[in-house]
């Protein structure tokens, strides 16, 4: 990782933070399924696939409450016992979004300071990290269980105090509403992709900067506008 050139002249944002899941691991499916599989175990009646991928980002408690209503908080320690199982089953088969490695790459050249704002616990984002070869690829991270949670814009403004940017310098890219809300609390910018978790139609209602359907799409957007 090259150190930051804030000297740059044609950049529109200084920093540029990632979600993980979704955005730049293609593991929604995965996570999805493992939510519904857990349901199943405790007896609860599993969300459908739309209400499954609705909660990916969101803090632990929050997405429990959302696909388990019914389910007793103390049997919450059981569900994420469940949903580890399920998950770990077939984490091994997460891959990065064909072109994420060049598009980090991109960025990095270019002097773009890089972060990951997660919904993931930090052991669960420094196991993918390490599982994906992309440690020391980012200048900081920040996960869900290291403060309140998305859309709160606790993560982002700890990475910009971190990393010494402002807001209008800085741009989060995720595939949920849970991120484009994120961004707008923390007053930045959003920018949507479609090959995540939620629908195109769902991201567009929360007017992000641009809305991308795929890595190169993404990469061709930040070349441009970044």
């Known amino acids: 990782m090259r150190p930051p050139d804030p000297a740059r002249p044609n950049r529109n944002f200084d920093l540029v933070v990632f979600d993980w899941d ?3 691991a293609d593991s929604t499916t995965l996570i999805a399924d493992a939510i ?14 739309e209400a499954a991928r609705f909660v990916i980002g969101l803090g632990f408690a929050s997405a429990v409450r959302h696909v388990a209503p019914q389910l007793d908080p103390a049997e919450y320690p059981a569900f994420s016992a469940a949903y580890r199982k399920h998950y770990v089953a077939g984490e091994a088969q997460i891959a990065l979004f064909d072109g994420v490695r060049e598009m980090l790459r991109d960025l990095d050249e270019s002097g773009c300071k890089l972060a990951i704002a997660t919904g ?7 196991h993918a990290l390490a599982q994906c070869g992309l440690h020391g690829a980012f200048h900081a ?3 869900a269980d290291e403060g309140p949670p998305k859309p709160h814009p606790d993560m982002l403004h700890n990475l910009m105090r971190f990393l010494a940017a402002e807001p209008e310098r800085t741009l989060m890219i995720g595939d949920t509403s849970h991120d484009l809300e ?3 609390n923390a007053g930045t910018r959003g920018i949507a992709v479609t090959y995540g978790a939620h ?3 769902a991201l567009a209602r929360h007017a992000p900067l641009g809305i991308v359907d795929s890595v190169a799409a993404l990469r061709a957007w930040l070349d441009v506008n970044g």
């Open 120 to 126: 993931k616990s930090r052991a669960g984002l420094e």
């Open 182 to 184: 994120l961004a707008r």
């Open 22 to 24: 979704g955005t730049l």
């Open 141 to 143: 991270t920040r996960c």
């Open 199 to 201: 629908s195109a139609d």
């Open 36 to 49: 519904q599989a857990a349901c199943r175990d405790l007896g609860e009646p599993p969300p459908g696939e």
